[in-house]
């Protein structure tokens, strides 16, 4: 079994920064697209960006330009740099990393809450 363990959340006022990071332990064959989604209260989770094991990049377009996602495929570890945050920001994120082990193997983390505001 793979475990996702997320940190670097907190509050932030809006304009600000914060950079989270998710590292992948226990069985690992080879990650290979890893992610983050988010849920705000009374929304469904969203996709926020991925990346596959490669390094192409996809992200939604409410984060793009500000929000940067990146990998450490020696450190089973990524990335989520997020800067100018808005309020409409406030969620929390997940982490997300798959495997292909003869079928697609989800892993997901517990989340790490993000709040902006003044």
């Excluded at 590292?23 to 064959?29: L, V």
């Excluded at 939604?60 to 409409?88: C, H, W």
Aim: glycine fraction near 12%.
């Amino acid at each position: 079994q793979v475990q996702l363990v997320e940190s670097g959340g907190g509050l932030v006022q809006p304009g600000g920064s914060l950079r989270l990071s998710c590292a992948a332990s226990g069985n690992i064959f080879r990650i290979n697209n890893m992610g983050w989604y988010r849920q705000a209260p009374g929304k469904q989770r969203e996709l926020v960006a991925d990346i596959t094991y490669g390094g192409t990049t996809n992200y939604a377009e409410s984060v793009k330009g500000r929000f940067t996602i990146s990998r450490d495929n020696a450190k089973n570890t990524e990335y989520l740099q997020m800067n100018s945050l808005k309020p409409e920001d406030t969620a929390v994120y997940y982490c997300y990393a798959n495997e292909i082990l003869g079928r697609r193997m989800d892993y997901w983390g517990k989340g790490t809450l993000v709040f902006v505001s003044s």
